[in-house]
């Protein structure tokens, strides 16, 4: 598909936001007739809509009218709207396509793609390819689902020799053409249960990054992970270039036999070609063993698309994080303050109580997703000093895992964070590791951390 097609397409964007703006800017500006329908009403919308106001679109706001969807030759959803819909559903039975922004995007990108994906790790491990790949003299290009949509990339007519794509499950659930040149998967487990009604519907949304995978394709997996392992017996993943990524010293000789990276001490080792190459991580200034893997998958991806390795050692000792991914903010009183705000499941928490040995308050709560909190009960009676529940999820948090640590349901988030200190002692650690997404109180998790941060600061 070429960008001269798209002039005068009648292409409707359901969903405004982020993604939605980007979309329409880039359609526009490639002829299509372009219309944007939401459910929410235009005080809930000023925000993007005044970004958007110069385009010449039509808005269907306060709810979808089925005629106008039937009238399209695309209809595009942001990655924020579940395409389970029977409206879509009902849409498609009609002749009209309908995708996503992350599909039908990537059918105009003819630059090599490094899709990362997987239920955490994704944007530390597609910022590090990044940056190593920068620091080598490449031109990569970041984005998805951190940075800027696909969208942008074309509407800016960016150049560059690599696209590294954070994919989520909501932008791969569209695919039918998109072709990575490698797939990167972090690891799986249970998230987004209110978008998805199992957990096995969750995992083929994620299953269809390997739709395309040839022998051209190389695919870093994580050995360390039961579910990734039960995902790459998949004869259609059996078709790439497999390469795997461990912390157990057990899988060295058969990692090092195909191809791969491990572990061993304060070493990351690394094969892509003949020879076995060393990566020191003793400078590494980011906390909890699972950054290891990232770190891993990481290197296997930089390294095979020609990163060098002075530049991807320069970035592994320098790589300070992400903000609001374990983001260390300040020390008070002698007790440490911690943002984990991106960390939006079950799995992402448990990763983050396992850096800390224990004296731990945690903040927890958000939009509820229906997900199941049970497994953190172990190490919320271990590490836990106090557990502060607030948002939409409190509720069921507190029935699930409430009686494992000294409890407090809060009113405001507000609050929340200043419980968290009022009883904080010397040798503490305030956590802010919600387990869910931030849409209850905030716009993002971004928000939500940017919140966090500053009411710390205002503490004495």
């Given amino acids: 598909m070429e960008l001269s097609d798209l002039k005068g397409k009648q292409i409707l964007i359901v969903g405004l936001a982020k993604t939605g703006v980007s979309l329409a800017r880039f359609l526009v500006k490639y002829g299509a007739q372009v219309t944007i329908s939401d459910h929410k009403s235009e005080a809930e919308l000023a925000y993007y809509l005044e970004q958007v106001e110069d385009l010449p679109l039509q808005l269907e706001l306060e709810g979808h009218n089925p005629k106008s969807f039937l009238k399209k030759d695309y209809v595009i959803l942001s990655p924020g709207v579940p395409s389970h819909l029977k409206l879509f559903e009902y849409v ?6 309908v995708t996503g922004e992350f599909e039908f995007c990537s059918r105009f990108i003819k630059t090599p793609m490094l899709v990362v994906t997987g239920t955490n790790g994704k944007t530390t491990t597609a910022d590090l390819i990044y940056r190593a790949l920068k620091e080598s003299d490449k031109k990569p290009w970041a ?17 560059a020799d690599f696209l590294v ?23 799986l487990a249970e998230d987004h249960l209110d978008r998805y009604r199992s957990m096995e519907e969750y995992v083929n949304a994620k299953r269809k990054v390997f739709k395309h995978v040839s022998a051209q394709t190389t695919v870093i997996l994580n050995a360390d992970d039961r579910a990734i392992l039960e995902l790459a017996r998949d004869p259609n993943v059996q078709k790439g270039c497999l390469r795997y990524f461990s912390r157990k010293k057990s899988l060295e000789s058969q990692i090092m036999k195909i191809g791969g990276a491990i572990l061993i001490d304060n070493q990351i080792r690394v094969r892509v070609g003949p ?38 050692q320069k970035v592994i000792s320098s790589y300070t994080g992400r903000l609001h991914r374990l983001s260390y903010v300040r020390r008070v009183g002698g007790v440490n303050f911690y943002n984990d705000s991106k960390a939006t499941n079950v799995h ?23 997900l199941n909190y049970k497994p953190l009960a172990e190490r919320i009676q271990r590490k836990v000093k106090n557990l502060i529940l607030v948002g939409e999820a409190k509720e069921r948090i507190n029935r699930q895992i409430g009686d494992y640590s000294e409890t407090f349901v809060i009113g405001t988030f507000e609050e929340a964070v200043l419980i968290a200190y009022q009883k904080s002692r010397i040798g503490d650690t305030v956590l802010l590791s919600p387990g869910c997404p931030s849409f209850d109180i905030f716009n993002s998790y971004e928000e939500r951390g940017e919140v966090f941060t500053n009411l710390v600061n205002q503490f004495d």
């Fill in 348 to 370: 992402s928490v448990m990763r983050a109580l396992d850096i800390f040995d224990d004296n731990v308050i945690l903040i927890m709560g958000g939009k509820d997703t229906g």
């Fill in 165 to 187: 794509v954070e994919a989520s499950s909501f932008m791969l659930e569209h695919v039918v053409e998109m072709v990575p040149k490698n797939i990167i998967f972090t690891n």
């Fill in 143 to 159: 984005g998805g689902n951190f940075g800027e949509p696909l969208s942008e990339y074309l509407y800016k007519e960016e150049t």
């Fill in 275 to 312: 020879e076995i190459e060393y990566y020191s991580i003793e400078d590494n200034k980011l906390k909890g063993g699972h950054i290891y893997e990232n770190i891993m998958a990481a290197i296997l991806a930089a390294r095979i698309n020609g990163a060098d390795w002075e530049s991807i």
């Fill in 92 to 97: 498609k039975t009609q002749g009209v396509e």
